[in-house]
């Protein structure tokens, strides 16, 4: 399993569907996941700090999760399979830690709000993941862009179900 961080959401050029894009937190490897618009706006308020008028279902989520003194730990995306990205949310509720399944645009919009650790399995980073190939130097942000925009040109979601990309 890696760590990973958000490291933007952006849209894909063809279908024009939003896609939420995660970054190892040790290398250079990147996972794009495709995800809802209204999952996409709710990632983006939190990483731009903004706050609703009323809270979203997210913010519902870790609303309700302290009132019953629950908290997210972490959000594992665990694989792809036709196309359909997966993801489990641990939760530690006295004491007890459980995993419920959840789609990673979910997981995500919520770890932003508690603090939540981010990771992929390894598998899936291996099947999926892109690798921004600049040994030894500093990764730049215009570099990682256009390698994403490259990508995004060549790739559909049903790619994912195939195996390629």
């Avoid at 196309?83 to 949310?89: K, L, P, R, S």
């Amino acid at each position: 399993m890696q760590e990973m961080v958000i490291y933007g959401v952006s849209f894909d050029m063809v279908g024009k569907q939003p896609i939420v894009l995660l970054k190892t937190v040790e290398g250079r490897r990147f996972l794009p996941i495709w995800i809802g618009s209204h999952e996409a706006a709710s990632i983006m308020m939190r990483l731009q700090g903004q706050e609703p008028a009323r809270p979203l279902t997210h913010d519902l989520i870790v609303e309700m999760l302290g009132e019953i003194d629950a908290t997210c730990t972490q959000v594992t995306v665990t694989e792809v399979r036709d196309a359909v990205f997966f993801a489990v949310m641990t939760l530690n509720i006295d004491g007890r830690t459980i995993e419920v399944d959840c789609r990673p645009s979910d997981a995500i919009a919520v770890a932003v709000r508690c603090g939540a650790t981010i990771y992929a399995a390894d598998d899936l980073l291996a099947e999926v993941g892109i690798e921004v190939d600049q040994e030894g130097e500093e990764i730049e942000e215009a570099d990682v862009v256009e390698k994403f925009k490259d990508f995004l040109d060549q790739v559909s979601p049903e790619d994912f179900a195939s195996g390629q990309g």
